[in-house]
């Protein structure tokens, strides 16, 4: 293992059709956005687990119960959590101060980022390993797919607009305001749109992979 002082945080919500990938119901119907939402996660997890980078944990809202999470926990390399919290912000404030009591920094990703791959993944850790306080991997929609920390930073996720393409321009402003020296990867993007969709199957296809429904 690579980076075993570090973590990889997994924020997921449990694949339940209407409650998950809802942009894109009108396009798959629930149930298949909520087919695809697993698949990517379960991709995720795999390509995290199979990489040997560092420890990976899967942060599961409302709680750990679902069939899919009890599934991920019979998995080496995989442990699970639960989100605490009343908004995104919260949970993961709340889940970077856990892990950063017993780890010297760490990563959280969302199970559904398809731009993030061991390259990210990989460039992150080594730049939290080698002394970089922060990174971020921004998204082009304006929030961003990774978020990398080496100490808690609860003014990173306070008061911020999730959801909006406001995210990575206040988390920018915030890190210059905390003196947080950070790092940024390439643009990513999420897939919570019909456009998004048919990228990545455009994507998938010319990497020779199956499609994700």
Same mark, same amino acid.
């Given at each position: 293992?690579?980076?075993?002082?570090?973590?990889?945080?997994?924020?997921?919500?449990?694949?339940?059709?209407?409650?998950?990938?809802?942009?894109?119901?009108?396009?798959?119907?629930?149930?298949?956005?909520?087919?695809?939402?697993?698949?990517?996660?379960?991709?995720?997890?795999?390509?995290?687990? =199979?990489?040997? $980078?560092?420890?990976?944990?899967? &942060?599961?809202? %409302?709680?750990?119960?679902?069939?899919?999470?009890? +599934?991920? @926990?019979?998995?080496?390399?995989?442990?699970?959590?639960?989100?605490?919290?009343?908004?995104?912000?919260?949970?993961?404030?709340?889940?970077?101060?856990?892990?950063?009591?017993?780890?010297?920094?760490?990563?959280?990703?969302?199970?559904?980022?398809?731009?993030?791959?061991?390259?990210?993944?990989?460039?992150?850790?080594?730049?939290?390993?080698?002394?970089?306080?922060?990174?971020?991997?921004?998204?082009?929609?304006?929030?961003?797919?990774?978020?990398?920390?080496?100490?808690? =930073?609860?003014? $990173?996720?306070?008061?911020?607009? &999730?959801?909006? %393409?406001?995210?990575?321009?206040?988390?920018?402003? +915030?890190? @210059?305001?905390?003196?947080?020296?950070?790092?940024?990867?390439?643009?990513?993007?999420?897939?919570?749109?019909?456009?998004?969709?048919?990228?990545?199957?455009?994507?998938?296809?010319?990497?020779?992979?199956?499609?994700?429904?």
């Amino acid at each position: 293992m690579e980076f075993p002082d570090h973590r990889l945080m997994v924020f997921a919500k449990a694949p339940i059709p209407g409650r998950v990938k809802t942009r894109l119901a009108g396009h798959l119907g629930a149930i298949g956005a909520a087919r695809l939402y697993r698949r990517m996660l379960r991709e995720t997890l795999e390509m995290a687990v =199979a990489a040997r $980078l560092c420890p990976v944990e899967l &942060w599961c809202a %409302p709680d750990r119960n679902h069939p899919f999470f009890r +599934r991920c @926990r019979r998995d080496p390399g995989v442990s699970l959590h639960t989100q605490r919290g009343a908004d995104l912000g919260i949970r993961m404030d709340r889940a970077f101060r856990d892990v950063l009591g017993r780890a010297r920094g760490a990563l959280v990703i969302g199970g559904d980022c398809a731009s993030v791959g061991l390259t990210e993944l990989r460039t992150g850790l080594q730049w939290l390993a080698s002394g970089a306080p922060a990174v971020l991997g921004p998204a082009e929609d304006g929030g961003y797919v990774l978020l990398g920390l080496d100490r808690p =930073a609860p003014a $990173l996720f306070r008061g911020i607009p &999730w959801s909006t %393409p406001r995210v990575l321009a206040m988390t920018r402003q +915030r890190l @210059r305001v905390t003196g947080l020296d950070w790092r940024e990867l390439p643009p990513g993007f999420d897939v919570d749109e019909p456009a998004d969709y048919r990228r990545l199957c455009r994507l998938r296809a010319v990497q020779g992979k199956a499609s994700v429904v």
